[in-house]
C-alpha cells in the first residue's frame, strides 16, 4: 500500500468517525441567577451579525429573523439548528485551519440562544434595535461597471434543465482590476450555483498544464477561460482582501457557467453582473484553478467511498481559498497541503459536507507553498440507503452535470510569487 493510499484510508476512517456525533451541547458560563436573556437586549445582535444577510426579504432563507415578531415563531427551531450547528452554515472543523469571515456561531451565542429559548423567548423591554443597512440593488455599493444578460432564459416550472453557457461580452478597452464581484440571479431559488469564466481575445487555456499549475484540472471548462467568480445558495458577494485582486483583461468574454433548477415555478431569469474594480494594480494578483476528478464509479449502495484528486504547483506562492463541490452523495471533504519534502499540512476538513450550502473557505492568512508542492484533496461519498437525498442507491454513480450524478470539484483561489510587503505609511 503506497504512502497516498495509506493516508487515504486513514483520512476517510477519520472523516466518517467525525460524522458519528451527536449534537453539540451548548456550554454557558450564566450562573443560575443570571438573568434570562432577552430578545432585544441578547438575541437579535446575534441574528443581525449572523443570520440576517439570508434570512430577510428578497433572500433565499424562508423567513425572516429581523424583528422579535419574525423570531418567536421560530424559536424552537433556531435552538435546536443552533444547537445542532447546522446554521448558521458553517462546516469547516474549527480544529483545521483558520479562516477570515467564518460563520460559525461562538460557544456563548449557541449558549444565549438556548436559554433565551428555555426561559420562553421573551422579547424583553424596549425598542428593538435596528439591523445593519442594506445598500438596495447592490451590496457592493454602486458598480463600476453593470452586465447583464442579453436575453431571458426561461426556467420551465418543473423538470430538469441542462446547464447553460451564456456568453456576456464585457466591451472593456484596457485592462481591469478586479476587487469586487457580486451576482444577481432574477430569482436566486432558480439557481442553484453559477460560476463566471472570463477569455481574453486570442487567449488559449486549453493546455493540461498551464505552467502554474499541473495535475487534476477541469478540462471540460478550460476553454472558457479563468473561473472569477460565481454565487451558489448562501454565498455572499465576492470582496477580495486589500491589496489583492483579480486581472480582467480588455475585451474579454464572460461565458456564465449556469445550473438552474426548477421550483414550481416558471421564471425568466436575465442574471445581472456587478463589478468594483481596484484603484491601482494590486500588490498581488489572485488567479484560480479547478481542480477536479472526473475518473471514478461509485458503487451501488457505498457509504464512504473515496475519490481523491491532486495540483501541483510549479512556482512558489500562496493559496488564498478552496471552494469544494459535490452533489447529494458528498459527505465529507478533506484538503492538505503536501511539500516536496514530504511535510504535510491539514488545511481544510468538513467531515458534514452539505450540498444544500456551496461555500468558500477564506484563509484567514494566505498559506505559502513552495514549487513542487502539491494540493492533495479527497472527497468520501455516500450512495447507500441512509443518505435519505440520495436519488437512487442502486446506481454505479460517475461524473455527470445534473444532480442525480456526480462532482469531485474545487476552486483553488492561489497567487505565485512572493508579495511585495506594503510600503509603510507616509507620517
Not at 300 to 321: H, I, M, R
Amino acid at each position: 500500500m503506497s504512502t497516498w493510499t495509506a493516508l487515504l484510508t486513514a483520512a476517510v476512517a477519520a472523516i466518517a468517525a467525525a460524522t458519528v456525533v451527536g449534537p453539540a451541547r451548548a456550554q454557558t458560563s450564566a450562573g443560575p441567577s443570571a438573568p434570562a436573556p432577552t430578545f432585544v437586549a441578547d438575541v437579535a445582535p446575534i441574528l443581525h451579525r449572523h443570520c440576517i444577510t439570508c434570512h430577510r426579504s428578497g433572500e433565499m432563507a424562508p423567513m425572516a429573523l429581523i424583528t422579535y415578531a419574525d423570531a418567536r415563531p421560530w424559536a424552537t427551531s433556531i435552538r435546536a439548528q443552533v444547537a445542532q450547528r447546522r446554521m448558521p452554515p458553517w462546516f469547516a472543523d474549527p480544529a483545521v485551519g483558520h479562516f477570515r469571515s467564518t460563520l460559525r456561531l461562538a460557544d456563548a451565542d449557541v449558549a444565549t440562544i438556548t436559554r433565551w429559548v428555555d426561559s420562553g423567548a421573551k422579547r424583553g423591554e424596549g425598542p428593538e434595535p435596528q439591523p445593519p443597512p442594506t445598500t438596495p440593488g447592490w451590496r457592493i455599493g454602486k458598480p463600476d461597471l453593470e452586465l447583464q444578460m442579453a436575453e431571458p432564459f426561461n426556467v420551465p416550472a418543473q423538470g430538469l434543465v441542462d446547464y447553460q453557457y451564456i456568453r456576456i461580452p464585457t466591451n472593456l478597452k484596457e485592462d481591469r482590476w478586479i476587487q469586487a464581484i457580486e451576482i444577481h440571479p432574477t430569482d436566486r431559488r432558480a439557481v442553484h450555483h453559477l460560476r463566471v469564466f472570463a477569455l481574453a481575445p486570442g487567449e488559449n487555456v486549453q493546455a493540461k498544464c498551464p505552467g502554474e499549475v499541473c495535475g487534476d484540472l477541469e478540462p471540460p471548462l478550460a476553454s472558457y477561460g479563468e473561473n472569477i467568480g460565481s454565487v451558489t445558495v448562501g454565498t455572499q458577494p465576492i470582496v477580495f482582501p486589500p491589496g489583492t485582486a483579480k486581472l480582467l483583461k480588455a475585451g474579454s468574454v464572460l461565458t456564465l457557467h449556469t445550473h438552474y433548477v426548477t421550483t414550481g415555478t416558471a421564471v425568466a431569469d436575465r442574471t445581472r453582473l456587478g463589478f468594483i474594480f481596484a484603484k491601482t494594480a494590486p500588490r498581488i494578483a489572485l488567479k484560480t484553478a479547478s481542480l477536479a476528478q472526473e475518473q471514478f464509479a461509485i458503487p451501488p449502495g457505498a457509504a464512504n467511498y473515496p475519490v481523491q484528486a491532486a495540483l501541483e504547483f510549479k512556482t512558489d506562492g500562496q493559496l488564498w481559498s478552496l471552494g469544494p463541490h459535490t452533489h447529494v452523495r458528498g459527505k465529507s471533504w478533506r484538503f492538505d497541503l503536501v511539500s516536496p519534502r514530504g511535510e504535510r499540512t491539514p488545511l481544510l476538513l468538513i467531515p458534514r459536507y452539505d450540498f444544500n450550502w456551496q461555500m468558500y473557505y477564506d484563509f484567514a492568512e494566505p498559506v505559502p507553498f513552495t514549487a513542487g508542492s502539491r494540493l492533495e484533496a479527497i472527497a468520501a461519498f455516500d450512495n447507500s440507503v441512509q443518505n435519505k437525498a440520495n436519488p437512487d442507491p442502486r446506481a454505479t454513480v460517475r461524473w455527470g452535470e445534473q444532480t442525480k450524478d456526480e462532482m469531485m470539484f474545487a476552486s483553488v483561489t492561489y497567487s505565485t510569487g512572493t508579495p511585495a510587503a506594503p510600503r509603510p505609511k507616509a507620517k
